[in-house]
């Protein structure tokens, strides 16, 4: 009996802490799979559309008139959009997104559902001391810090010096002629 309990307990436990973080990513999985169905079928209101152009310095691109359907996500001030065409046009690569409205509604009901479920908004008013319902991520995050990918490329560009290399003179002189030993035969 005893051993029973002990697992039931134990997989409420890991239930608790990974359980509804797996059913709330598989309903987002589930509702990113339908929005993506939608777009494919052309079924979105071409009003709900925002537009994002990025300066294209490419030196072969050929311009399109016409948008090209593309799969994709993208976050923009806390709001989930989804990528739903692009093109290359003039100097810039444009892309039509779409607000993600199930995927944000999820994520803030999983948040709420986290909260209530760990009592953390009444321990914070109670304590008003932050660092008891610290998540071990916040420590590591940053929200000031920025990264920054450099490629190979980038840092060659920015640094031609750096990556010289000064390779020797493969021909060499011989100091004396080898021995002939064809003519001893």
Known sequence: MKKAAT????????????????ITSFIEGTANA????RLDDNDYNEEQLLSIKIPA?????????????????????????????RRVF???LEYMCIPNVQKMRIASAS?????????????QK???????????????????STWECIT???????????????LPDPVYAPGEMP???ARRV
């Open 7 to 22: 697992i039931v307990l134990i997989g409420l436990l890991l239930f608790n802490w990974y359980g509804y973080r797996l």
């Open 34 to 37: 339908a929005l993506n169905a």
């Open 126 to 144: 109670k304590s008003g001391d932050h660092s008891l319902t610290k998540s071990p991520v916040t420590d590591l995050y940053q929200p000031g």
């Open 57 to 85: 310095n490419l030196p072969y691109y050929i311009n399109s008139v016409n948008f090209e359907r593309i799969d994709g996500q993208i976050e923009i001030a806390g709001i989930h959009y989804n990528y739903v065409k």
């Open 179 to 181: 021995p002939d030993t």
């Open 152 to 166: 190979f490329y980038t840092l060659l560009v920015q640094n031609p010096q750096v990556f010289i290399l000064v």
């Open 111 to 123: 948040v709420e559902f986290f909260k209530s479920v760990n009592d953390l908004s009444q321990s």
């Open 90 to 92: 003039r100097d810039s």
